[in-house]
């Protein structure tokens, strides 16, 4: 029986979901900023239906919260996204040229660090 044998491992390959010819599943803060917003959205619309009494007026004021929720988060996130990984490109250019002048005359030591 080959189809039961244990060492033969299948992988499926998960398909997320394609919006616009790109998988959103793979988008950097996408699901985030998504579900702060549809949180903060539906939290501050059922909140104002409360004090006012008023469904169109919330259901306005959801989807305006939603909107400027989701926006904000997504600036944030992907500024912090940016700056990582422009530390990280500058890690790895420092490892690669450690790597490349490792026992080389131009060689730098590495600083001892003191505690105080």
């Known amino acids: 029986?080959?189809?039961?044998?244990?060492?033969?491992?299948?992988?499926?390959?998960?398909?997320?979901?394609?919006?616009?010819?790109r998988d959103?599943?793979?988008?950097?803060?996408?699901?985030?900023?998504?579900l702060y917003g549809m949180g903060g959205g539906i939290s501050l619309g059922?909140?104002?239906?409360?004090?006012?009494s008023?469904?169109?007026?919330?259901?306005?004021?959801?989807?305006?919260?939603?909107?400027?929720?989701?926006l904000a988060y997504w600036i944030q996130c992907r500024y912090n996204y940016s700056v990582q990984?422009?530390?990280?490109?500058?890690?790895?250019?420092?490892?690669r040229q450690n790597a490349l002048y490792e026992g080389t005359p131009k060689d730098k030591p590495v600083p001892e660090v003191m505690d105080v």
């Open 1 to 21: 029986m080959e189809g039961n044998d244990p060492s033969r491992i299948e992988m499926k390959e998960d398909k997320g979901f394609i919006l616009f010819g």
């Open 24 to 34: 959103i599943s793979k988008i950097p803060c996408f699901r985030n900023s998504l």
């Open 46 to 52: 059922l909140g104002h239906f409360m004090f006012n």
């Open 54 to 70: 008023r469904p169109l007026k919330a259901c306005n004021f959801a989807v305006y919260s939603f909107s400027l929720i989701t």
């Open 85 to 95: 990984k422009f530390e990280m490109l500058k890690v790895q250019e420092l490892l």
